[in-house]
């Protein structure tokens, strides 16, 4: 089901953990995310600038995305991608990848930043799939502005008992922000947390980086998408 960005703070299913900043969207969507179609965002259509990493060439290399906290799994008997991503809709990810984020203190925290400069700015529209981690740990999805600060905090109980790549509970996290979104970060409470299909786009220039690097050029590449 597609869904356009609201004007103000809005959550759509789940909770908020605190203030957010005005003209913030969070999304969520409590129904599984399977496939790129299930993205609230046009991820390939005309014009869209949207990038979407799917980790299936075992890398983490779509164009300004760094990622921190994990590390890419690959298939496996635990492994739990996105449904689509091993070419088969069947309840199951286990021939796919995705990016686990390890225990740690506090609990797992996994992060993806997005690089001004390559970017030419950064991106109102940002977006994970949540796809696995501990059946009784509480997820907080967190987004940051420009300058790093808070946009606001979300949290949610996702996990089941099922831990060998079921795809039923997997659910899409993703905010809009027409000011730029720097940085998200997935949490939980316990265990790990597997994640799939980081997306970015509609790419706002950053005054910064045009200030750094110039105009030329910069928003030559605008009209792209990429699924690595
Ligand atoms: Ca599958
Ligand atoms: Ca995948
Ligand atoms: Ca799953
Ligand atoms: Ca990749």
Redesign the pocket.
């Known amino acids: 089901m597609k869904r356009e960005s609201a004007c103000c703070a809005v959550i759509l299913v789940g909770a908020l953990a605190g203030p957010v900043m005005a003209g913030v969207t969070f999304i969520f969507d409590d129904t599984p995310y399977l496939e790129p179609g299930d993205s609230p965002f046009d991820l390939s259509g005309p014009g869209s600038d949207f990038f979407l990493e799917d980790f299936e060439d075992g890398l983490l290399n779509t164009p300004g995305l760094l990622g921190f906290g994990g590390e890419i799994r690959f298939p496996s008997n635990f492994t739990d991608?996105v449904?689509?991503?091993?070419?088969?809709?069947?309840?199951?990810?286990?021939?796919?990848h995705n990016y686990w984020a390890f225990f740690g203190l506090g609990g797992p925290v996994a992060r993806f930043e997005f690089d001004p400069k390559v970017l030419g700015g950064l991106p109102r529209s940002v977006g994970v799939v949540w796809t696995d981690g501990n059946t009784f740990a509480t997820t907080f999805f967190e987004a940051f502005g420009p300058n790093g600060e808070s946009l606001g905090v979300t949290v949610h109980l996702l996990g089941d008992d099922k831990h060998q790549?079921a795809?039923d509970e997997d659910r899409f996290l993703g905010v809009t922000f027409q000011g730029g979104i720097s940085a998200i970060e997935v949490r939980a409470t316990l265990g790990r947390i597997e994640l799939d299909h980081v997306q970015y786009g509609d790419i706002i220039p950053a005054p910064g980086v045009l200030a750094l690097l110039g105009l030329s050029g910069l928003l030559s590449g605008r009209s792209r998408r990429r699924l690595a």
Request: hydrophobic share 30%; net charge negative; no cysteine.
């Open positions: 991608s449904d689509a991503d091993d070419g088969l809709i069947d309840g199951f990810g286990l021939d796919g790549g795809t």
